[in-house]
């Protein structure tokens, strides 16, 4: 197989093709329903899975090697974003993601650190006008330092409160130059282990004080795009505040913050919040909260975030379905939250990864399309809820019944009867829109 430096660009080369270097179903520029692939997918890359994961885990250490051959930090972090780049272009994906500690080495102290990172966003926006890249959101790692075990805006220490609102400000900073269209909320440590020692109410309540005061400081600064919440349910925490789509809606409307904040909705988060990723999907939709996405899958055996290169196209196809419904993307996109396995430890598996999870994407587009455009499905909901079209349905939806006039004409019924659901039925007709030929 070939090796990474002998790659130079990866092009779609159709369904037949045994090249693996190759996409099978991603053709960035070919336009379906009015739009090109590229602008339906909005593809990003994760700068922590993509540009930092060598395949360390719990029990071992890296598999692989990301310095790109330097020592000195600073080189080392502008050779990760030349490959970065690099990457980016081979792969035809226009937008990335990072949190401020992904892009630079952090210094001794948070002033240090601070530095070195507006130095690499620097090093970043000439990188983007070189190779006619853009940043689709930024995010504060405010869950991996020691002074972090507490959480960050839900931490007992209020000096931790206002460590993590100086990286919230820095990644804003970085977004807006690097013209990044949302900015990411992803709540690790706003949690907690255990009640015994946890003021709920005030940690709630600040965690909304610290989303407000964002808000306030991006539109200052001029960030127009949007906020994100990013639901999970556990991990590392026992329990997130930011459960699921549900939840976070919920904790929005509560403090007055739905609209500036929608969703960045993870596959594998979904999954380990007893949804599908479909349900976060919908949920989102139906709250006017759908923006953006972090896909990948999880595996079902195991109980963690595995964060994979997403693969089942039944998942894909379902989301690309709630996706189109909810409008497409706007300041969204699909962001590979996704890792190569620990075994897959090349550079080359790097490209091999996102090819499969583009494709897998790029297959469930046309086939959630498909799916619209068979309407077997949307044609059974729409008859499913016909009662509601006339009779007592239309009153009910028109507000003209009571309880007293539901009860008189329930009495007088002598026979209901609910149609089949025929869930086997629809499960069928998808199979047969993805294998027709
Ligand atoms: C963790 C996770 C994060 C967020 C950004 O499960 O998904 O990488 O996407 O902090
Ligand atoms: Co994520």
């Known amino acids: 197989m070939k090796k990474y430096s002998d790659i130079k660009k990866i092009e779609y080369l159709g369904p037949q093709s045994k090249e693996p270097f190759a996409f099978k179903y991603y053709n960035p520029d070919e336009i379906i329903h009015g739009k090109k692939m590229r602008d339906h997918l909005r593809f990003a890359m994760s700068y922590w899975h993509t540009i930092d994961y060598a395949g360390t885990d719990m029990f071992g250490g890296n598999t692989g090697d ?36 992904d892009i630079a080495p952090e210094g001794k102290t948070l002033k240090e650190s601070l530095d070195n990172f507006y130095t690499m966003v620097d090093y970043l926006d000439k990188l983007q006008k070189k190779y006619n890249k853009r940043l689709l959101w930024s995010t504060a790692n405010n869950f991996g330092d020691k002074k972090f075990m507490a959480g960050a805006a839900t931490s007992p220490n209020a000096d931790v409160f206002a460590c993590a609102a100086a990286k919230v400000k820095a990644c804003l900073d970085a977004d807006v130059k690097l013209g990044g269209t949302c900015y990411v909320f992803w709540g690790g440590r706003e949690g907690y ?24 400081y991006g539109r200052k600064i001029g960030f127009k795009g949007d906020f994100l919440l990013e639901p999970k349910p556990k991990e590392p925490t026992k329990h997130q505040y930011d459960f699921d789509t549900a939840t976070c809606c919920n904790f929005l409307r509560q403090y007055d913050l739905l609209g500036d904040f929608k ?15 479909q349900h976060e999907l919908r949920v989102a939709r139906l709250n006017g909260a759908f923006c953006s996405v972090d896909a990948n899958q999880g595996d079902p055996m195991l109980g963690w975030d595995t964060d994979q290169f997403p693969t089942n196209i039944y998942d894909t196809i379902y989301a690309m379905y709630e996706i189109i419904k909810a409008g497409g993307f706007t300041n969204g996109g699909l962001n590979f939250d996704s890792k190569t396995r620990r075994q897959s430890n090349t550079l080359e598996d790097i490209l091999l990864a996102y090819i499969a999870g583009m494709d897998t994407f790029a297959l469930g587009l046309r086939l959630a399309y498909k799916l619209i455009e068979d309407g077997r499905i949307d044609e059974f909901i729409e008859r499913r809820y016909a009662s509601y079209k006339s009779g007592i349905g239309k009153d009910i939806i028109d507000g003209k019944v009571t309880l007293e006039s539901l009860a008189d004409y329930a009495c007088k019924l002598d026979h209901v009867e609910v149609e089949s659901g025929r869930q086997e039925y629809l499960e069928a007709i998808v199979n047969n829109v993805i294998f027709e030929k």
């Open 193 to 216: 282990d255990t009640l015994i020692n946890t003021d709920m109410g005030l940690e709630l309540d600040n965690m909304a004080r610290f989303l407000r005061i964002a808000r306030d």
């Open 263 to 277: 969703m960045n909705i993870e596959a594998n988060h979904a999954t380990l919040a007893g949804h599908t990723f």
């Open 66 to 101: 990301k310095t790109f051959g330097k020592t000195d930090p600073m080189e080392m972090f502008k050779a990760k974003a030349d490959f970065a780049f690099d990457l980016m272009d081979k792969l035809s994906i226009d937008l990335y993601c990072f949190h401020d500690v």
